[in-house]
């Protein structure tokens, strides 16, 4: 186990809806990235939070946003849900921004119908 | 445009045998190179990290090797076994005023059968 933990485990909803995801980062680790993982492929990078900060973004839009809390726990936020967006959302932790390794959390699978 | 591609995309063994799988990278600029262990539903796992000086290291039955001339690595599982059986990706690391930037490979579907 990685002590990276994110809930839900896995939701259903429907398209136009918002949906929120919750990760929470391994102790004393100021960095989280969250990347969405389509079935059959590679983790594809949304952003990367760093004390509390945006401190980069992929090629996602305006409605995927984000939020870390002080405790560095953090949330990723969808509106208006398109069926393209269903994927397992995972997210990573790291010591901080320059650190090599991060830790995944075992992912929110979301379904959007 | 960084780019991260792995090949084969899926493979099939016996348990028992060895298995190479290869990942071609043009990120830069290079800072690390990463394999993961995915199953199916579940996050990645970090096997190895390598940085630009390493061209080889070992995790157990897991040996990843680097060679950054021509911006190849590979991940040689040796006697393989049925819990293997899983996504392995390449993952390769730039590094920017921000920090690292990360660009995942697709993967490669491993199945061990017995």
């Known amino acids: 186990e990685t002590g990276v933990t994110q809930s839900p485990t896995h939701l259903i909803k429907t398209r136009g809806q918002q949906v929120t995801l919750r990760c929470s980062s391994q102790?004393?680790?100021?960095?989280v990235s969250w990347y969405q993982q389509a079935l059959g492929q590679g983790p594809q990078f949304i952003f990367q939070?760093?004390?509390?900060?945006?401190?980069g973004r992929g090629n996602f839009p305006p409605r995927f946003s984000g939020l870390q809390f002080p405790n560095y726990s953090s949330e990723l936020n969808v509106n208006a849900l398109e069926l393209d967006d269903s994927a397992l959302y995972l997210c990573a932790s790291s010591l901080d921004r320059t650190t090599y390794e991060q830790y995944f959390g075992p992912g929110t699978r979301l379904t959007v119908t | 445009k960084n780019q991260v591609e792995q090949s084969p995309q899926s493979l099939i063994i016996l348990e028992g045998k060895n298995c190479t799988l290869q990942?071609?990278?043009?990120?830069?600029?290079?800072?690390?190179l990463r394999w993961y262990k995915q199953d199916t539903g579940r996050g990645p796992v970090s096997l190895t990290i390598m940085t630009f000086s390493e061209n080889t290291k070992s995790n157990g039955r897991y040996t990843a090797t680097l060679d950054a001339d021509t911006k190849q690595s590979s991940l040689h599982i040796t006697a393989s076994q049925l819990s293997d059986s899983a996504s392995y990706i390449c993952?390769?690391?730039?590094?920017?005023?921000?920090?690292?930037?990360?660009?995942f490979g697709g993967g490669t579907r491993l199945m061990v059968k017995p």
């Open positions: 990942c071609n990278y043009t990120v830069s600029p290079f800072s690390n």
């Open positions: 102790s004393g680790h100021n960095t």
């Open positions: 993952v390769v690391s730039a590094r920017d005023n921000a920090g690292n930037m990360l660009t």
């Open positions: 939070y760093y004390r509390e900060e945006e401190n």
